[in-house]
């Protein structure tokens, strides 16, 4: 079996599409992504042993615009470019976002069948208008199918996550006693992981820089803060001076041992909240405010209705919320496990799984 994948971005979008590939990688299949040359995409995939096409994709505004118009002319010069990958493909998947465009506007072309992810509650500008010549499209979220043409075929899935991430339950004692010697992290200490992203998140990271001192007194607690390569003296030079055991790091690169230490997490609310449920983690979601269509924040009020998270909107954010939010969690273990009980219910662990057999449906 050929299959293409085509999109990327950030790493919310390429850790999903690499877990789909290892599902179809162990049934047989020949994977090929197609990218931006540019996005993350551009080292994550060599790195896991994938074929990759680089191709030249930006971003498209919600109004027209010069970089609209641009993005639209890329798009279909990619998509002529990647024509030749494309028309053996016994299928394509289209993980959204605009690296996907090329790829699927050349499935349309070559009439190769075309399977979309959808890892959003609300979908995206590629994947609204590649929906029309889906076969179907695999979603994160129960609101999603609702903003989709009513006759096309919905499966809720969940976000593919990486195998090292659906191990972490099964595996969380020694995970985590591996995630203390990684991190530099004490031993008898609660630990509360703050994350904005791949790429960072500097309201967030400036808030937790002026929260640290509020932690006075805490001898049960310590943080783990991921800041983003750009943000990291951001909170380094508040956290020599704090009260608490503060443990910054730009990127986390073995997000399993993080979760698997971690009681609760902060976090914005792109694709990454399946991680979080999958192990049945607790959060406090800051939706980041500027994403299309505030689809963060639509992401984020499903999984608190949930009952797996609280929502905390980054125009309410302030040091004094946000410590105040995280002890009333980390001082309330029965809501902790609850919540963590919520996101467990909540999560598709084996979407990769799923999505791998309507892969194989559509092909046959």
Known sequence: MNVVLAGGGTAGHVFPAIAVAGELRGRGADV???????GQEASLVPDAGYRFVPVRAISAQTRLSLRSARAVVLAVRGARTVRPIVAPADVVIGFGGFASAPGVLAARSTSRPLLLIEQNSVPGAVNRIAARWAKV????????????????????????????IVAVPAR?????????????LEEDRRTVLVVGGSLGALHLDETVAGALPLFEGRGDLQLLVSTGPEHEDVVAGPAATAPVPVRVVPFIERMDLALAVAELVVSRSGAGVAE????????????????????????????????AAT???????????????????????????????AARAWARPDAARQIADLVEEVVH
Do not use: W
């Open 32 to 38: 090929t992504f197609i990218g931006a040359g540019d």
């Open 137 to 164: 499209v695999a979603t994160t979220f129960e609101a999603t199918a609702a903003r989709l043409p009513r006759d096309l075929r919905v499966e809720r899935t969940g976000n593919p996550i990486r195998p090292e």
């Open 172 to 184: 969380k004692e020694s995970l985590a006693k591996e995630a203390i010697a990684t991190f530099g």
């Open 276 to 307: 979080l449920a999958a192990c049945g983690l607790p959060s406090i979601l800051v939706p980041y405010p500027f994403a299309t269509e505030n689809h963060q924040e639509a992401n984020a009020r499903e999984v608190v209705h949930a009952g």
């Open 311 to 341: 929502l905390l909107l980054d125009a309410d954010l302030s040091a004094e919320r946000l410590v105040s939010g995280i002890l009333a969690l980390m001082d309330d273990r029965a809501r902790l496990e609850a919540m963590g009980a």
